[in-house]
Nanobody
Framework: QVQLVESGGGLVQAGGSLRLSCAAS????????MGWYRQAPGKQRELVAV???????NYADSVKGRFTISRDNAKNTVYLQMNSLKPEDTAVYYC?????????WGQGTQVTVSS
């Protein structure tokens, strides 16, 4: 079992920045994939960014050039640095961990971007 706890969400004006953190309850060193997803009201959950072992990353087109995902294995934490935020980035952001065949999600953190 892995518990994931997100933090760092909040209210920010358009153009601002936030950094989300996802702390895992055990070592993430061997986790194949960790990622951030988001779900806006009335919409399906969507991929924001993933980072794989070896630090390979993928981003949704809508956040490329503005968001950066990173991982600190020593701290068992994955981060999402979000810059140049837009109102359409408003959503609940979820952390996901995929150690092998298992699949874990955090409870989410709200990000609200005002215009």
């Amino acid at each position: 079992q892995v518990q994931l706890v997100e933090s760092g969400g909040g209210l920010v004006q358009a153009g601002g920045s936030l950094r989300l953190s996802c702390a895992a309850s055990r070592s993430i060193f061997s986790f194949n994939v960790m990622g951030w997803y988001r779900q806006a009201p009335g919409k399906q959950r969507e991929l924001v960014a993933v980072i794989r072992s070896g630090a390979f990353t993928n981003y949704a087109d809508s956040v490329k050039g503005r968001f950066t995902i990173s991982r600190d294995n020593a701290k068992n934490t994955v981060y999402l640095q979000m810059n140049s935020l837009k109102p359409e980035d408003t959503a609940v952001y979820y952390c996901r961990a995929r150690p092998g065949q298992d699949d874990y999600w955090g409870q989410g953190t709200q990000v609200t971007v005002s215009s």
